[in-house]
């Protein structure tokens, strides 16, 4: 179960820190996706911030299961909005979201089955 939950727990938290890099460093697909998605360009720095507080937050939650569970829980939500912007301009190309959502909730889910929810 430890070895489960460990190596989900960093890849989410590597592909999430990733992601926020890539946002704050003005990188071109994040900014293509904001222009696909009709997202302004200026939030491209808030939303890098809340993948970086989910990447950093999964892995203190090793250390202190409740920030896990609330990390895991705010990159699932994130990911549902980010869901529901891809439907509402009918972008179907969902392969890069699912693997970002399940990892998330894979993070939640054997992170309270290994240390329990808080």
């Not at 460990?6 to 938290?13: C, D, E, H, K, Q």
């Amino acid at each position: 179960m430890f070895a489960g939950y460990l190596v989900v727990t960093l890849v989410a938290s590597v592909v999430n820190g990733l992601a926020a890099i890539a946002n704050f460093i003005g990188h071109e697909y994040p900014k293509s996706q904001a222009d696909k998605l009709s997202v302004p360009r200026s939030w491209m720095r808030p939303l890098g911030t809340l993948l970086a507080a989910g990447s950093v937050g999964l892995l203190a939650g090793m250390q202190v299961p409740l920030l896990g569970s609330l990390a895991a829980g705010g990159l699932i939500l994130y990911f549902l909005g980010a869901l529901y912007v891809h439907l509402r301009v009918g972008d179907y190309q969902l392969g890069g979201w699912a693997v970002f959502f399940c990892l998330a909730v894979g993070s939640l889910v054997l992170g309270v089955l290994y240390q329990g929810a808080w």
